[in-house]
């Protein structure tokens, strides 16, 4: 018996990262997964790889920045696998490293579209699935960044604080309809987000990554599993009296 067996999940972002691990690891433990992403050929090939493993899962594109998207999908999703009983917004982008006077509007907006806004319209296009079946478990995937501060992403740490902070209000709201809901914020996480990060780095490649061992106590950054593995336990029944909590998947790194 699978930890999230007969369950549907739907996950964001679900193509590369952080986000098709989780997706992989749902369908290993039994849940039918709704990957989503705005990249298709990579989401087609995470739904592959699931089938050919003898799990259960489809693609859907779909752009959490756009309201219509996400309306679209929420109800195509429900029509295919008949519920939703998971999700998981995890489609995030880091957006405009530099100080906060040198940022523009349109950065500025960016981030917050997708990492803001995109988490806002799949809880709001979800939920009312989950009241009509009484209940569910809904993952947001802040960072560290949402959580303390640090001299690089302004937008990124302001909208991963407020994943945090809706994570709790929407905890609030749904408590008494049996919908949970809770943060994860990983630290540093080996995929394409921060090898990108890495390399746009000004102090170099080499350097960047040498300074992201050096500051998770445990010496070197997590791996895509390590996320997900946190997620499942939020996502799965085992976490029935768990709301608005804030899971730190981080290597040390926020108790120092
Ligand atoms: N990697 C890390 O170190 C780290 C640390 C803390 C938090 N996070 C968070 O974890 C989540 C996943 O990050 P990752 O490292 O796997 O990133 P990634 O860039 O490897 O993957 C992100 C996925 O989100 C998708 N995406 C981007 N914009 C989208 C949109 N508008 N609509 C739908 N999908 C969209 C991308 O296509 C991609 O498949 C993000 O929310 C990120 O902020 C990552």
Partial sequence: MGRVENKVAL???GALGIGRAICELFAREGAAVAVTDILEAEGQAVVDAITAAGGKAAFWRMDVAQ?????QTVAAIAAHFGRIDI???????SGADKPPHEISEEEWDA????DVKGA???TKHVVPLMLAQGGGSIVNISSIYGAIGSADVPPYHAAKGAVRLMTKTDAMYYARHGIRVNSVHPGT????????MAQNAPE???AYMEGRNRIHPIGHPGEPIDVAYGVLYLASD???FVTGSELYIDGGYTAQ
């Fill in 120 to 122: 806002f319209f799949c």
């Fill in 111 to 114: 981030v917050f579209a997708v």
């Fill in 189 to 196: 996480i080996m995929t394409e987000l921060v090898r990108g």
């Fill in 67 to 71: 309201e219509a998207s996400v309306r």
């Fill in 204 to 206: 170099g490649y080499e």
């Fill in 87 to 93: 999700l998981v917004n995890n489609a995030g982008i």
């Fill in 11 to 13: 996950v964001t972002g």
């Fill in 238 to 240: 085992e976490a029935r």
